[in-house]
């Protein structure tokens, strides 16, 4: 069983930063790819950004060149740097980590409970 903790949410005015942690406890987190979703009230959660066990990362259109991702593979930590936030980036984040269980890409997804974001002046 995986457990994933978020923290570091909270409100920031438009254009500043925030830094979000998870951190992960269970066999294999540090093996498979971890990543960042969002739910903005009224739509679906959607992808932000992922990173492999190797460091590999990729992200939404909608945040590339601002959002950061990364981990820490000793700590089972992985983060999200979040710059130049926009009102727009303002959801509740979730923490995911996925477990790959066969070549085929059988996988157990595993969330957070979510960390609030809100970006307002």
């Known amino acids: 069983q995986v457990q994933l903790v978020e923290s570091g949410g909270g409100l920031v005015q438009p254009g500043g930063s925030l830094r979000l942690s998870c951190a992960a406890s269970?066999?294999?987190?540090?093996?498979?790819?971890m990543g960042w979703y969002r739910q903005a009230p009224g739509k679906q959660r959607e992808l932000v950004a992922t990173?492999?066990?190797?460091?590999?990362?990729d992200y939404a259109d909608s945040v590339k060149g601002r959002f950061t991702i990364s981990r820490d593979n000793a700590k089972n930590t992985v983060y999200l740097q979040m710059d130049s936030l926009k009102p727009e980036d303002t959801a509740v984040y979730y923490c995911?980590?996925?477990?790959?269980?066969?070549?085929?890409?059988?996988?157990?997804?595993?969330w957070g409970q979510g960390t609030q974001v809100t970006v307002s002046s």
């Open positions: 995911n980590a996925r477990i790959v269980v066969n070549v085929e890409g059988a996988h157990y997804d595993f």
């Open positions: 990173i492999t066990s190797g460091g590999t990362s």
């Open positions: 269970g066999r294999g987190v540090s093996r498979n790819p």
